[in-house]
């Protein structure tokens, strides 16, 4: 599984923006859920939001209430839309699918596949 973000960029405090994660190569495996990170400069990676296969979704305190997580499964993409954007939600923005293979011993195990991330600018 490969995953492309985009919908980064720069935008004024207050504003919106909605990223996009574009799952592609995906064969029988599933993906058990999609999250958005995100790691701003001198800070550690941080996990934003997470949607599952069921479509409950969970949030950071941080930005609960400011962006949605959602999937559309046609596409085979995930996207956050971030509202009320404040300075502090600047950062590089990453997608990461849990995706659950079939060993070569007929087992089960995930794997994480990642995005390369895509920069929102918050700016006042």
């Known amino acids: 599984v490969q995953l492309v973000e985009s919908g980064g960029g720069q935008v004024q405090v207050g504003g919106s923006l909605r990223l996009s994660c574009l799952a592609s190569?995906?064969?029988?495996?599933?993906?058990?859920?999609m999250d958005w990170y995100r790691q701003g400069r001198g800070t550690l990676r941080e996990l934003v939001a997470t949607?599952?296969?069921?479509?409950?979704?969970n949030y950071a305190d941080s930005v609960k209430g400011r962006f949605i997580i959602s999937s559309d499964s046609a596409k085979n993409t995930v996207y956050l839309q971030m509202n009320s954007l404040k300075p502090e939600d600047t950062a590089v923005y990453y997608c990461?699918?849990?995706?659950?293979?079939?060993?070569?011993?007929?087992?089960?195990?995930?794997?994480?596949?990642w995005g390369q991330g895509t920069l929102v600018t918050v700016s006042s």
């Open positions: 190569g995906r064969g029988s495996e599933t993906i058990n859920h």
């Open positions: 990461k699918a849990e995706v659950e293979v079939v060993t070569p011993e007929g087992g089960r195990t995930t794997l994480d596949a």
């Open positions: 949607i599952y296969n069921t479509g409950n979704a």
